[in-house]
Antibody, heavy 117, light 109 residues
Framework: DVQLQESGPGLVKPSQSLSLTCSVTGYSITSGYYWNWIRQFPGNKLEWMGYISYDGSNNYNPSLKNRISITRDTSKNQFFLKLNSVTTEDTATYYC??????????WGQGTLVTVSA | ENVLTQSPAIMSASPGEKVTMTCRASSSVSSSYLHWYQQKSGASPKLWIYSTSNLASGVPARFSGSGSGTSYSLTISSVEAEDAATYYCQQYSGYPLITFGAGTKLELK
């Protein structure tokens, strides 16, 4: 069965970049589907951030378009999130997820990132 | 942006009661693109109902979903203690591609 797991720093300083990794097991990220990042803010609002597809194309939330980049390392079956110029408002739990049939069928366990000096 | 409005924000039910929560979209959504997730405290969201009315694997048959256009609902025919959670609707279309509702928190009495 496919499994996803997020990893990365739990604390980032304001104005710096947030970088997270999603490691995927049980399915090759180049075989199909869309590989997403979603975040959940304190207070529980969910925000879709963007995806990288099986063929390497991207689609981003326009609210983040100038700050976000999602890339991948196919040799390691991982994909990555980079969010630039973070502020305290980027404090959230970050999830990676696989989209299929227009829904998010598989999720990682999430990783809390706090933006603070 | 297609804004999803869920109501009520919080609801309380007794075991055995029938409950219905709604999700209204600011623009029409294809029924294939409207989904529900269950999230319990400290856990990731789980896909619960996909494409309006299809139960995800392992979801009890007391759950059902319906709707079309801009109005969708999730119903539990007879609530059980394990159903206490927050339920989110999600749509797939437009720009941004994916949006979520704010959630309905179901509490058990």
């Amino acid at each position: 069965d496919v499994q996803l797991q997020e990893s990365g720093p739990g604390l980032v300083k304001p104005s710096q970049s947030l970088s997270l990794t999603c490691s995927v097991t049980g399915y090759s990220i180049t075989s199909g589907y869309y590989w997403n990042w979603i975040r959940q803010f304190p207070g529980n609002k969910l925000e879709w951030m963007g995806y990288i597809s099986y063929d390497g194309s991207n689609n981003y939330n326009p609210s983040l378009k100038n700050r976000i980049s999602i890339t991948r390392d196919t040799s390691k079956n991982q994909f990555f999130l980079k969010l630039n110029s973070v502020t305290t408002e980027d404090t959230a739990t970050y999830y990676c997820a696989r989209e299929e049939g227009f829904s998010l069928a598989y999720w990682g366990q999430g990783t809390l990132v706090t933006v603070s000096a | 942006e297609n804004v999803l409005t869920q109501s009520p924000a919080i609801m309380s039910a007794s075991p055995g009661e029938k409950v219905t929560m709604t999700c209204r979209a600011s623009s029409s959504v294809s029924s294939s693109y409207l989904h529900w997730y269950q999230q319990k405290s400290g856990a990731s969201p789980k896909l619960w109902i996909y494409s309006t009315s299809n139960l995800a694997s392992g979801v009890p048959a007391r759950f059902s979903g319906s709707g079309s256009g801009t109005s969708y609902s999730l119903t539990i025919s007879s609530v059980e203690a394990e159903d206490a959670a927050t339920y989110y609707c999600q749509q797939y279309s437009g720009y941004p591609l994916i949006t979520f509702g704010a959630g309905t928190k179901l509490e058990l009495k």
